[in-house]
C-alpha cells in the first residue's frame, strides 16, 4: 500500500534502520540522501529548515533548539577564539548575554555598536580579528530599523560578515538577502510559528558553505530541533503571510490610538510617519511595519503596574508575536540583564512598556485599551 499524505507526518524517532553495510555507506557517500539518527537531520526539522531558506531566498538553513541556539550557531559559523564581533547596541538582550557572559569566557570578544553609525564607518570599532557585526532588522524593545543595504556596505568594505536577526520583521516584511547580508536568524518562537507553543530557532546562509558550517555546529553542538517541535512551527508558518499582514494592521490602528493618550509620553512604531525611520521602513518593510511596538509612560512601577492590571486583552507575557497580543516589559525581563548605564543609554526606562499586537479584532483590542487608560 502507497501512503501519500498531504501534510508531512511526525518523525518521533531518534534513529533510522539501514538494510545493510551498502545502505550505510550510501549514508555517508551521498549527504542528505538519507536519516540515520535525528540529531544529524530528521525529516521534519529538515522540512522547517528548508521552508524558512525558500523564505529568505537563502543557499541553505538548520532549525535549532531555540533562538538563542540560532544566535549562538550564526556567530560560531564565523568565531573562533580570539575573534572579535561588532553588535548593534540596540539588541535584544539575550544576545548581549550571550556574548558578555558566555562566549566571552570561549574568547571571543565584543564591542557594542551605536545605532547611529551601524550603516556608516566602522573603523572606530575595529580589532584586527573583527569577524562580523550583528544587528536586527527592526531593534528590540524600541523598534529602531536598521539601513540593512548600508549596514552591509561597512561590513563588507572591512571584509566583516553581516548577521542580522530577522525576527520583529520575518521574510514577509523584509528579506536581509536582498540587501547582501550574509547570515539571516529566526526565533521561530515568534512569529514562524506564531501561536505561542513551540520554543525553536532557525539560522540561513546566503553561501553553500556558510550552510555546510551551520549543519556541522549544529550536529556537533546538538542544536537539533526535536521532531514534534519541528512539525508545529511548519504547522504555524502556512500561515504566516495571513498572520502577518493582520499583525501589521492592528498594531498600526494601536499606534494611531497610543499617540492620542494624553498620558501616553512617546510611541515607538515604524509605522508612524513621525518615526525616524518611518522612510526606511516603508521601503524595506514593503510598507508593511509590524506587529510590536512599545510605548512610554510616566517612569514610575506603579503606573505601569496601574496599566498592567488595568488591561484584559493585553496579559503580562514576557515574549512576543503570537496570535493572541500580549504585553512586556523590557526592564524587567528581556534587558534585565543590562547595566543600569546601558539601560539609560538605550532609552530602557521604567515608564517603557512593549506590545505585541496579535490578530484579535481591533475593536475589541482599542476598546479593551479604552477603558485601561480611563481607569
Not at 130 to 138: A, G, K, Q, V, Y
Not at 227 to 256: D, F, Q, Y
Not at 266 to 289: E, I, K
Amino acid at each position: 500500500m502507497h501512503i501519500h499524505p498531504k501534510i508531512t507526518p511526525i518523525y518521533q524517532t531518534s534513529v533510522f534502520k539501514f538494510e545493510d553495510l551498502n545502505e550505510l555507506e550510501l549514508y555517508f557517500g551521498e549527504p542528505g540522501s538519507r536519516y540515520l539518527y535525528s540529531r544529524n537531520g530528521n525529516p521534519n526539522s529538515d522540512e522547517l529548515a528548508d521552508a524558512v531558506n525558500l523564505l529568505e531566498g537563502g543557499a541553505g538553513a538548520v532549525a535549532t533548539g531555540s533562538g538563542m541556539a540560532a544566535i549562538f550557531a550564526a556567530i560560531m559559523t564565523y568565531c573562533a577564539s580570539g575573534d572579535h564581533v561588532l553588535c548593534a547596541a540596540d539588541i535584544y538582550g539575550g544576545s548581549s548575554a550571550l556574548l558578555n557572559q558566555e562566549l566571552s569566557r570561549l574568547g571571543v570578544g565584543v564591542t557594542y555598536v551605536p545605532f547611529e553609525v551601524l550603516a556608516e564607518d566602522l573603523t572606530p570599532y575595529l580589532e584586527p580579528r573583527t569577524r562580523l557585526l550583528l544587528c536586527e532588522t527592526i531593534s528590540n524593545p524600541l523598534l529602531r530599523v536598521v539601513d540593512l543595504r548600508g549596514a552591509a556596505q561597512a561590513c563588507h568594505t572591512h571584509g566583516l560578515k553581516l548577521v542580522v536577526d530577522n525576527t520583529f520583521a520575518t521574510p514577509v516584511l523584509t528579506r536581509p538577502f536582498d540587501y547582501e547580508a550574509d547570515l539571516v536568524l529566526h526565533s521561530v518562537t515568534k512569529y514562524i510559528s506564531g501561536h505561542s507553543d513551540v520554543t525553536a530557532g532557525v539560522v540561513v546562509a546566503r553561501a553553500a558553505e556558510d550552510a555546510a558550517r551551520l549543519k556541522q555546529i549544529g550536529v556537533l553542538f546538538g542544536l537539533t530541533l526535536s521532531p514534534m517541535e519541528s512539525w508545529l512551527a511548519v504547522r504555524g508558518l502556512k500561515t504566516l503571510r495571513l498572520r502577518v499582514e493582520a499583525h501589521c494592521r492592528n498594531a498600526e490602528a494601536i499606534a494611531k490610538f497610543l499617540k492620542q493618550q494624553p498620558t501616553v509620553q512617546a510611541v515607538h512604531y515604524p509605522g508612524l510617519p513621525d518615526h525616524p525611520q518611518h522612510l526606511l521602513a516603508a521601503n524595506q518593510g514593503r510598507a508593511l511595519f509590524g506587529g510590536m511596538l512599545s510605548f512610554q509612560l510616566e517612569d514610575e512601577a506603579e503606573v505601569v503596574n496601574q496599566f498592567m492590571r488595568a488591561v484584559k486583552r493585553f496579559p503580562f507575557a514576557p515574549s512576543l508575536a503570537g496570535v493572541d497580543s500580549s504585553l512586556s516589559y523590557p526592564l524587567g525581563t528581556s534587558h534585565r540583564s543590562l547595566t543600569q548605564q546601558q539601560q539609560l543609554e538605550l532609552g530602557i526606562r521604567v515608564g517603557l512598556v512593549r506590545l505585541s499586537v496579535g490578530i484579535e479584532p481591533i475593536n475589541e483590542l482599542l476598546a479593551d485599551l479604552e477603558q485601561a487608560f480611563a481607569k
